[in-house]
Each structure stands twice: as structure tokens, then as C-alpha cells.
């Protein structure tokens, strides 16, 4: 492996172009050097690893049971690109990607040390993994509040955790995760509020039996057991606030009907995990909606290619599934990729793939168990106080979104732009759109599969005017910029 840390590192054209090194991106980039393709690894980290392997190369924290087993996985992945002829371009970001059929190939947009510069790949495999769902509650922009991912990356970056007495709230098996990881570096954690609905049992029982076959169900019941021995677990939480001044002092609770405020100095907020799916969007990749994961997912088929051509995408942008099976998902990405490309037989790519299927189909068991359990409360993903902030881009609050859908008739996010200019930050609605299409199908009275979602276009990643100014002045250039 070579690692590009300059634009002028980077070569004028890859066979393959890689987008994230997470689980899904690591493994597609080391396979597809095996397979002899030339290929670039460009992620915006500082180091690869993604959300789940964050660090796991260089982090302070040396102690292996604060972050616990899964987490050192990492470092095989790791080992295997840095064997490989693969680029790394780390502290890269790929803010646009266009492919043009006329020419075959993809022009990508990427910026490093500052600079931006255009590039060719005649394949991209888009590995932009997961991002937390939206938790929009009263008070979640004080100071204090923050995202349990946020207070995860502190941790595996810097070994880091949140001073003071900590209350975490929200569902799904990260939340458990997470406060085990940061009971074990030895934070203060009062109380742990779980919002998972009980009526979700009742939807998930028919996915029960495939769940008690599945390897997260050793991994689960250890890690549950473990959380909720150590730590104040409340259950059947079905309402928060955040709570102070300047900064949070206190969440307020609900539960069975009887309220209470927890004093605390940080809040750390967690509903799960969706799709990160704005680059795939702004591509034109075909979504659509996942009614059991409630979230936009990218069409694929069973190479992971995308509607779009040479463009696949791997791991958990293409469906939460976990950090095992999202580097089975870049393997077989990588092989659909070498074989289009030449390099394999179809008799080679089938051979070479059957097995990581095989892989892959044992670590997905269960997945819908998991998926229907914690799906969360309606509440939190249309918050009903009117005075709750939805994007926080723009200072846009659930009652003014409501308001417009209702009053003026909007019925899709990309109208309600034009009024209120939700998705129009530097967020590129990765914060809010997910609300503000479950705010719209409310008020409506339709399904957000009905609704739709933001019609993104590049660059999808901030970029300063300068790094614009500075490209090559040709047609191609402009119509990265402006398309």
C-alpha cells in the first residue's frame, strides 16, 4: 500500500475508485488490488477504519476491553490493505462523482492538502457506510447534547470521554455498545433510557427463529448482560426533553405516564443507524424505501451495482448490516468490479464470491430480528413539539415544516426548499432529512415511501471557493461544479 497525502500524489486515472475505508471500503480496495486492478481509497478521516474500526491503528486507548473485541477485527482488515498495492488517500474528500457512459469512465471530484482536483476511475465502489438517524427532541442543540456517535468517536480517536455525570438515551444495539465502551474507560453514566417501543416485540416475533440462529445472538445476550449489570437501565421511555440554559442541565422523562428530570452534564442521543446515502443520491442512484430498516436504501443487485453504471456501493450504505457483513458486501463489490472491468472470468468472479456469500448470508440472519425491534417510536422521528428544531442548518422547527406541509400543500421535501430551505446547509440534509420527510407524510397523511426524498446535487461535501477557482478551466470542470 502507498499512501497519497498530497493532490499531486494522486495519478490522473484508477481502474477502480474506492469512496470510505470502513469494513466495506477496506475490503473492496485490498480485493480489488489482488485482482490487479490500480486502485484509490479515498476517505475523509485522518486514518481508515471507519465509524466502527475508527482509529483502530492508532488510538490511545490500549486497554482491549474498553472497546471490546469487535473492535480490534479491525486491525486484520487493516493488515490486508496495507499488503496490497491499493492507494490510500486519507483526509481525502470526494465531494463529486459523475460517470459518463459516452466515454466509460467516472469523473470524480476529490479535494486533499487543500486542494481540489478531478479524476478518472472506470469503476467506483461507494463505501460511505452508515450515519446516525435523527433524534430531534426539545433541547437537542443545547451545548451538552450530543449524538452517542460523536462521544464514540472522542473516545477510539483520543480516548476521550464526556466529563461529569452522563445520561444516554435512545435504542438499538449501539446503545448498548456504546455505554459499555464508555462505562470501561470510566465515565460517570446515571442512567441509561431506552425508548424502544414494547409494542415492537409483537412485530418482530415472526423473525425470532432466525434470530436464534444468528451470531448476534451470543454477541447480543453478552452484551446486554454485561451493559444492564453495570448500569441504570430505564425502560419504556416514551418521552425526552433536554433541559437548561446555556447548556444541558437535565433531561426530562416520561415514562407509563409518570415524568421526572435526571440531572446531568451530557446527553448523548442514539435511534440507530441509516444508509448514509447522500452521494449515492446525488449520483442518481435508484432508492428506495426499506420499510423494515424505515429508511431510504440504494437499489443494488447481487454484485452490489447500482442502477447507475459502474457505480456499485458496499456495507452499510446499501442497507445496515453490520460491520461483518459490510466487508463480505466489499468483497463481493470488488469481484463484480474486476470482472466488468476484465480481469476475472464470470467463472473466476461466481468461484471467488461463493464462498463470502455463504459468509455473508450467515451474518445477515437475524438482521430483521433486530431491524423491526428497533424501529423507533413514531414521536421520536416526527417530534410533536412545534417549537423542536429539524434542521439545524437553517433553524427550521417541526411546527414551521408542519405549518407549510398542511397550510400550502407541500407534499415532498424538495418543495419544501423553496419555502423554508431545509436541506439547503452544509449538512446537505443529512440532518434533517429524514425528518422532514416523516414531518410531510404526517401531515399529508402518506407513507414516506410517497413523499420522497432530496434531489441532491455535488458538490456534496463543502468545498471552499478557492479549491473551486483553482481547477483546470475546462468543460469538465465546470460541469462537475454546476451539473
Excluded at 473485541?69 to 486484520?76: F, L, N, P, Q
Excluded at 470526494?94 to 478531478?118: F, H, K, M, Q, Y
Excluded at 437548561?244 to 422523562?253: C, H, I, M, S, Y
Excluded at 461466481?350 to 451474518?363: E, G, T
Aim: proline residues 7%; aromatic residues 4%; contains cysteine.
Amino acid at each position: 500500500m502507498s499512501i497519497a497525502r498530497n493532490i499531486t500524489d494522486l495519478a490522473d486515472r484508477y481502474d477502480l475508485l474506492v469512496v470510505g475505508a470502513g469494513p466495506a471500503g477496506l475490503a473492496a480496495a485490498a480485493r480489488a488490488a489482488d485482482c490487479g486492478l490500480s486502485v484509490l481509497l479515498a476517505d475523509e478521516n485522518p486514518a481508515p477504519g471507519g465509524q466502527i474500526y475508527r482509529a483502530v491503528g492508532t488510538t490511545p486507548v490500549t486497554r482491549p476491553a474498553v472497546l471490546g473485541a469487535e473492535y480490534w477485527k479491525g486491525g486484520a482488515l487493516l493488515t490486508r490493505l496495507a499488503q496490497s498495492r491499493a492507494v490510500l488517500a486519507p483526509s481525502c474528500t470526494v465531494w463529486s462523482v459523475a460517470p459518463d457512459a459516452a466515454v466509460g469512465s467516472v469523473e470524480i471530484g476529490v479535494s486533499l492538502d487543500g486542494r481540489a482536483r478531478l479524476i478518472e476511475a472506470a469503476e467506483v465502489i461507494l463505501a460511505t457506510g452508515a450515519q446516525e438517524r435523527p433524534f430531534p427532541i426539545p433541547g437537542w442543540t443545547l451545548p451538552g447534547v450530543m449524538t452517542a456517535g460523536a462521544a464514540q468517536i472522542a473516545l477510539k480517536s483520543s480516548g476521550l470521554v464526556p466529563a461529569g455525570r452522563i445520561v444516554l438515551a435512545g435504542c438499538g444495539p449501539l446503545l448498548y455498545l456504546l455505554a459499555g465502551q464508555l462505562a470501561a474507560a470510566g465515565a460517570t453514566i446515571v442512567a441509561v433510557l431506552d425508548t424502544t417501543p414494547r409494542r415492537n416485540w409483537r412485530a418482530a416475533i415472526a423473525a425470532f427463529p432466525d434470530f436464534l440462529r444468528s451470531p448476534y445472538l451470543a454477541k447480543g445476550l453478552a452484551l446486554m448482560a454485561k451493559a444492564r449489570a453495570r448500569l441504570p437501565f430505564r425502560n419504556g421511555v416514551t418521552d425526552l426533553s433536554a433541559e437548561g440554559e446555556d447548556r444541558v442541565t437535565g433531561v426530562r422523562v416520561t415514562r407509563g405516564g409518570a415524568s421526572e428530570t435526571i440531572a446531568c452534564d451530557t446527553l448523548l442521543l442514539h435511534q440507530g443507524v441509516i444508509p448514509g446515502v447522500n452521494l449515492s443520491n446525488a449520483i442518481g442512484c435508484a432508492h428506495e424505501f426499506d420499510e423494515d430498516q424505515h429508511c431510504w436504501v440504494p437499489q443494488v443487485d447481487q454484485w452490489f451495482a447500482s442502477s447507475v453504471p459502474a457505480v456499485a456501493i458496499a456495507g452499510d450504505g446499501a442497507g445496515i448490516g453490520g460491520a461483518e457483513s459490510a466487508a463480505l458486501r466489499g468483497e463481493i463489490a470488488a469481484l463484480g468490479a474486476a470482472q466488468r472491468l476484465g480481469r476475472l472470468s464470470r467463472e473466476q468472479r461466481d468461484a471467488q464470491a461463493a464462498p463470502i456469500r455463504a459468509a455473508l448470508a450467515r451474518s445477515l440472519r437475524g438482521r430483521r430480528f433486530l431491524d423491526l425491534l428497533y424501529k423507533p417510536a413514531a414521536r421520536f422521528l416526527a417530534p410533536p413539539d412545534d417549537a423542536t428544531i429539524v434542521c439545524r442548518c437553517e433553524e427550521v422547527t417541526a411546527g414551521q415544516i408542519r405549518d407549510t406541509a398542511s397550510r400550502l400543500g407541500v407534499t415532498g421535501p424538495n418543495q419544501m426548499k423553496a419555502f423554508l430551505r431545509c436541506g439547503m446547509g452544509p449538512c446537505q440534509g443529512r440532518l434533517c432529512g429524514p425528518t422532514v420527510v416523516e414531518l410531510i407524510a404526517q401531515a399529508q397523511g402518506l407513507s414516506p415511501a410517497e413523499v420522497g426524498y432530496y434531489r441532491l446535487r455535488p458538490p456534496v461535501k463543502p468545498i471552499t471557493l478557492g479549491e473551486l477557482a483553482a481547477l483546470p478551466q475546462s468543460d469538465a470542470a465546470v460541469k462537475a461544479v454546476v451539473r
